[in-house]
């Protein structure tokens, strides 16, 4: 993938960008209603496994919690729609300080154990998390009945409003979501801070001698990642018209992982594409086939051992000789 | 080589995309189940139970000349799963009716949905209050008994017959708690007093730590609320402590539910509970549903079962009555309607939910069902 701001690559990138994004524009138009529903979940999904490859695919972090981020998303968006105030904007803003605030106490405790020392402490407290919504019944939040009716908003834009309980309309939102979400991610992995999270992935040995904080980078990129879930999350909760503690459950935080590497980390994009394929798998071949469960993990047992680099490697790596880089 | 995979991977997702299925003049009923995952075993009875109501239906010529066909979804006992099912037999199926899953979340999650598709649900499975009563909503209908349903009666039952003071011992999440809580309003509205209650997390095999608290306190009846695998650990260790001897025994349903009273043996042997069915009923109609039931599946239905089983007649039913599958005409017909089914009479009230037969039964004889009274 080329950078933004080179020259005639920018212009074969906004190329293929718009006309991405063009297809993905009209293609609602082509499918019925419940296809419809199946995209905007796949697209908003394909933020959350995006913002799993921050950690994972860039900064080489493993994370086995990351569904804690959604969830706590999830719930501050019901919260925000169904208790507060009807807008998907401070919705969004409480998702992403509950979440940067939860990314940061997890990031700063677990951050000194490394490797899969880390990825366990994720998993605990991802499941302290997990416990306590499920267990908070007669409250607001529901227990393990989970949050429901929770109210679709409408979007407001200034000028004018969106009616989000069309799902065209919020198919275009997320499309929107989506895409800006990448571009930030694209931003922050191509900045320096991007390089020194680069850097921590093959060598975090050496980083300190060139005068980088390894600690604070990788608490850095741990907060940013939980953010995205967790915008992810409030997306779906929108959308849904639900929050359940089955998006703070360790098996997403599983899912998300086999999204991430069937996609192919380190790339923003293959994660989303893992998103989109493994949603869409997942929903179809379970109305064919009892075992749907036995297909996807076949399906991600054979990607990587096949394609390590996930299915976006197979069609990345033409380009990547192309530009030399 | 790779690359032709991941081609034929993408090709395959786009082929099972695009395949839908079309049927013509029939009625469809939509059954979403958690048919894998921790409710597998119930939800197989769950859909066994439906195709049987649907097979007994069309062998009698259908309904307004109409056959019934069942379409059966996995919901995976996962709320996002069920609620997409739920939109794709509405949206793409074009379901007449639905018979929603187990999981009262997922239940809850879809409701909404069924409501502003104006789709008829049946539900059959799932427990939580949440679903009828003050939180209702105009599609949503339950033939199964919510903890209100059982609790009223078997409270009333359990103060007149067993004693006053009672110790409660559950797991510690949302349906236990608000069973609890159905127990205490009516037991105390009895005249019984709850002298403490003990919540062990999900999962727990030891506990023998709780025992002691339970037997300072002195009640004069422990009333047990869990299920699955927790009911069978806690009645074999209640049974070796020999809890029994000291106090008298009594549980909501779930803890000697049809699909663990095999696992339980004779440990269960004189546990109360009450319940608004099992298999054993003495009544001609029940007699006929389980010596199909038996035949065609070579077990005994349990109350999931005869739940699954009602809630699809009943439908037909107001169908028959609306001459209609037109959803508001199929609600005003379910409103207010009795249906006479294997349990027995009910009527559905106007809070959604059905008014259902209550009996008292004592676990007896290495885990038979034995009916004390009608309860209710």
């Known amino acids: ?325 | 080589m790779k690359r032709l995979l991941a081609v034929a991977l993408i090709v395959v997702s786009a082929v099972l995309f695009a395949f839908q299925a079309q049927a013509a003049n029939e009625i469809l009923v939509g059954c979403i189940s958690d048919l894998t995952g921790t409710y597998a075993a119930l939800s197989k009875q769950q859909v066994d139970a439906v195709n049987m109501a649907v097979d007994e239906l069309n062998q009698k010529g259908g309904v307004l000349g109409r056959k019934f066909k069942v379409i059966v979804e996995d919901s995976a006992t996962s709320v996002s799963l069920a609620t997409q099912k739920l939109e794709r037999l509405i949206l793409d199926q074009k379901v007449d009716f639905v018979i929603p899953p187990t999981t009262s979340s997922a239940v809850l999650a879809m409701m909404p949905v069924a409501l502003k598709y104006n789709k008829l649900m049946m539900v059959t499975l799932a427990q939580s209050m949440k679903i009828t009563g003050e939180n209702r909503n105009k599609v949503t209908f339950r033939c199964f008994a919510n903890g209100e349903i059982t609790g009223k009666p078997q409270s009333k039952w359990m103060v007149k017959n067993l004693g006053k003071k009672y110790y409660i011992i559950g797991a510690d999440y949302a349906w236990p708690r608000s069973t609890a809580e159905v127990y205490t309003k009516f037991l105390k509205q009895n005249g019984a007093e709850i002298i403490g209650e003990t919540w062990f997390p999900l999962g727990t095999k030891d506990f023998a730590p709780y025992f002691g608290k339970i037997r300072a306190a002195k009640p004069e009846v422990l009333l047990m609320i869990c299920a699955g695998n927790d009911a069978v650990s806690l009645v074999s260790q209640v049974n070796r402590y020999g809890l029994g001897k000291q106090m008298k025994l009594a549980a909501d349903g779930s803890l000697v539910s049809a699909d663990i009273i095999k696992a339980h043996g004779a440990n269960a042997d004189g546990i109360i509970i009450a319940d608004f069915y099992v298999s054993s009923l003495d009544t001609p109609e029940n007699k006929v549903f389980v010596k199909n039931y038996m035949a065609r599946y070579k077990d005994a239905p349990s109350k999931m079962a005869l739940s699954s089983y009602e809630g699809v007649m009943w439908v037909a039913q107001a169908i028959k009555q609306a001459g209609s599958t037109d959803t508001d005409k199929m609600v005003k017909a379910l409103e207010g309607s009795t249906y006479k089914g294997p349990q027995g009479s009910k009527k559905m009230g106007p809070d959604h939910q059905a008014a259902l037969e209550v009996y008292m039964i004592q676990i007896a004889n290495g885990g038979q069902y034995k009916i004390l009274e009608r309860a209710n």
């Open chain 1, 1 to 325: 993938m080329a950078k933004l701001n080179s020259g005639s690559n920018f212009k074969k990138t906004f190329l293929v960008h718009a006309i991405i994004l063009a297809a993905l524009a009209v293609l609602p138009l082509f499918l019925n209603g419940y296809h419809q529903k199946l995209a905007v979940e796949a697209i908003i999904l394909s933020v959350f496994a995006m913002s799993l490859d921050l950690v994972m695919g860039y900064a080489g972090i493993a994370t086995f919690g990351h569904a804690a981020f959604f969830g706590i998303g999830g719930y501050a968006m019901g919260v925000m729609l169904k208790f507060l105030f009807p807008s998907l904007w401070l919705g969004l803003i409480l998702a992403g300080f509950c979440t940067a605030i939860l990314a940061f106490l997890i990031g700063f405790v677990s951050i000194r154990a490394k490797g899969i020392y880390f990825a366990i402490l994720t998993l605990a407290f991802a499941e302290v998390v997990y416990r306590i919504i499920f267990h908070s019944y007669n409250t607001p939040l529901g227990g393990s009945d989970g949050l429901v009716g929770v109210p679709t908003p409408m979007l407001h834009l200034g000028f004018f409003d969106i009616d989000l309980r069309n799902t065209v309309n919020f198919y275009w939102v997320a499309v929107a979501f989506a895409y800006l979400s990448y571009l930030v991610c694209k931003l922050i992995v191509g900045s320096p801070f991007g390089s020194i999270l680069s850097g921590i992935r093959e060598n975090e040995n050496r980083v300190p001698f060139l005068g980088f904080n390894v600690k604070w980078s990788k608490v850095t990129a741990f907060v940013l990642a939980g953010i995205f879930a967790g915008f992810s999350g409030a997306m779906f909760t929108a959308f849904k018209t639900y929050a359940d503690t089955e998006q703070l459950n360790f098996l997403l935080s599983g899912k998300v992982i086999v999204m991430a590497l069937i996609g192919g980390i380190g790339t923003l994009i293959g994660p989303m594409v893992g998103a989109v394929v493994i949603t869409i798998f997942e929903s179809v071949i379970s109305t064919y086939f009892r075992a749907h469960h036995l297909i996807i993990g076949a399906l991600f047992v054979i990607v990587v051992i096949f394609m390590p680099k996930g299915l976006l490697g197979l069609f990345a790596r033409k380009d990547r000789n192309n530009n030399g880089s």
